[in-house]
């Protein structure tokens, strides 16, 4: 490694279950191979989603600076997941878009809505993106499932 890879800060990104992160994969060889304790992550993780419903898919970007220390964001759940849950499916349509697929299951407009104010709190969307933008990129993850969008 040169020094001036050492000197820079290392971002890992994982997603890990809310709650029940543990030093085990994905976690711990993430962090190991990288020279920092996963402990000390997976108790700061685990407090700081306590809020959400243990288990839920968690997206987290982790900052290594050089000295091995770390700062870490988590983001919202993926939105294939808020949509698998709103519809009560396990899985999309292995159909989804083929002309007279199977309709893996229907979801309301207030349910995209809502998704969607969810997903706008993302900091990386917070100001840039138009809700009606966030809403059209939900009702295609939606299209792409197989999940019909009924008014």
């Known amino acids: 490694m040169s020094k001036t890879a ?11 279950p809310a709650g029940k992160a543990t030093a085990a994969p994905p976690v711990g060889p993430a962090l190991g191979a990288r020279g920092v304790k996963s402990i ?6 685990n407090a700081r989603t ?6 839920t ?7 290594i600076q050089p000295d ?4 870490f964001i988590t983001k919202t759940p993926p939105t294939s997941y808020l949509i698998k849950q709103a519809a009560g499916i396990e899985t999309g349509s ?5 002309l007279g697929g199977a309709v893996a ?3 309301s407009v207030k349910h995209v809505y809502e998704i ?4 706008a709190t993302d900091d990386h969307l917070n100001g840039t993106v138009g809700l009606e933008s966030v809403v059209r990129s939900v009702m295609g993850s939606c299209k792409s499932m197989g999940v019909q969008v009924v008014p």
């Open 94 to 98: 292995g159909e989804a878009g083929k």
């Open 40 to 45: 000390d992550f997976v108790k700061e993780f």
């Open 57 to 63: 898919p968690t997206p987290v970007i982790i900052t």
């Open 116 to 119: 969607a104010k969810l997903k």
């Open 105 to 107: 299951g229907t979801l």
């Open 68 to 71: 091995r220390t770390f700062t």
């Open 6 to 16: 050492a000197l820079a800060a290392q971002m890992v990104r994982l997603v890990v």
């Open 50 to 55: 306590a809020h959400l419903l243990p288990g």
